[in-house]
């Protein structure tokens, strides 16, 4: 079983500064990793996949780079709406990462 | 506009068994491969099942292979999860989803709670 293992599990940051999220998959998914975002109460928002495409409507802010087993989304400064959860997400099996949460600090 | 709307969630006692439907509207619904995807705060996040535009090739996770089915109608832009011997450990909200690049979901359902409790 290919596992995605996320870090931190929590990030505290303030509105402006730079956050940098990773995901480790226990196995290589070449370039096929999703990064999503989740605010409480909704449902998860496609933000990056295949490793660095941002999706439909996604503010430059947010990249996506990897290959194989290491990825990182990093947005570049945070904006008030970003303060959420960050899930990445992979073909094998279609699994998840934990999460890392990005909160206030 | 992409819109995907959940119904049929609800508390039921274990064993039971519950219809989830998702109704599509804003693209070409027959077009595209659906999946469910469920999440409670102890698993997180855990695709279940996904379908294909053609209903020719229907994937289950193992935890609901043999309990769960997934079906779609296109006339209707409907995509659908029976699910039948629920346990305690499929409390969760499901959301139906639109997949993209074969693995990734562009598009969601707001979800609906299903509480399996005696």
């Known amino acids: 079983e290919n596992v995605l293992t996320q870090s931190p599990a929590t990030l505290s940051l303030s509105p402006g500064e730079r956050a940098t999220l990773s995901c480790r998959a226990s196995q290589s998914v070449g370039s096929s990793l999703a990064w999503y975002q989740q605010k409480p109460g909704q449902a998860p928002r496609l933000l990056i996949y295949?490793?660095?495409n941002r999706a439909t409507g996604i503010p430059a802010r947010f990249s996506g780079s990897g290959s194989g087993t290491d990825f990182t989304l990093t947005i570049t400064s945070l904006e008030p709406e970003d303060f959420a959860v960050y899930y990445c997400?992979?073909?094998?099996?279609?699994?998840f990462g934990q999460g890392t949460k990005v909160e206030i600090k | 506009e992409v819109q995907l709307v959940e119904s049929g969630g609800g508390l039921v006692q274990p064993g039971g068994s519950l219809r989830l439907s998702c109704a599509a509207s804003g693209f070409t619904f027959s077009s595209f491969t659906m999946a469910w995807v469920r999440q409670t705060p102890g698993k997180g996040l855990e695709w279940l099942s996904y379908i294909t535009g053609d209903s020719i090739t229907i994937v289950y996770a193992d935890s609901v292979k043999g309990r769960f089915t997934i079906s779609r109608d296109n006339a209707r832009n409907s995509l659908y999860l029976q699910m039948n011997s629920l346990r305690d450990d499929d409390t969760a909200v499901y959301y139906c989803a639109r997949e993209r690049s074969g693995y990734c979901y562009d598009y969601w359902g707001q979800g609906t709670l299903v509480t399996v409790s005696s």
């Open positions: 295949d490793a660095f």
């Open positions: 997400q992979q073909r094998s099996k279609w699994t």
